[in-house]
């Protein structure tokens, strides 16, 4: 059975960093990290494809997708964190190509990990 363990929530003050970790029972060729907020739709954070990563507007220049292939691990390095980034983050995973921020065309979640920025 694949099994997403997400690490690495936490609470931190606006300005501050945390960095996320997932690891995954099985190799994955697609690995993303989504969010969702209270009242609020699943929206994608950053995914990453072999070499190629994608971002959500709102996060690029402040978070950084990255994975150890090695440890089926994918991180999410997030820095300069806002308020507007508190939300559950959730790791999901696919082996199949497709739009990189459509969360229902991943097939693999993991339990989520809350991150809370306060101002």
């Known amino acids: 059975q694949v099994q997403l363990v997400e690490s690495g929530g936490g609470s931190v003050q606006a300005g501050g960093s945390l960095r996320l970790s997932c690891e995954a029972t099985?190799?994955?060729?697609?690995m993303a990290w989504f969010r969702q907020a209270p009242g609020k739709e699943r929206e994608g954070v950053a995914a990453i494809w072999h070499v190629y990563t994608y971002y959500a507007d709102s996060v690029k220049g402040r978070f950084t997708i990255s994975q150890d292939n090695a440890k089926k691990t994918v991180y999410l390095q997030m820095n300069s964190l806002k308020p507007e980034d508190s939300a559950m983050y959730y790791c999901a995973a696919r082996r199949y190509a497709g739009t990189w921020n459509s969360p229902e065309q991943y097939n693999y979640w993991g339990q989520g990990t809350q991150v809370t920025v306060s101002s």
């Open positions: 099985s190799s994955f060729y697609y």
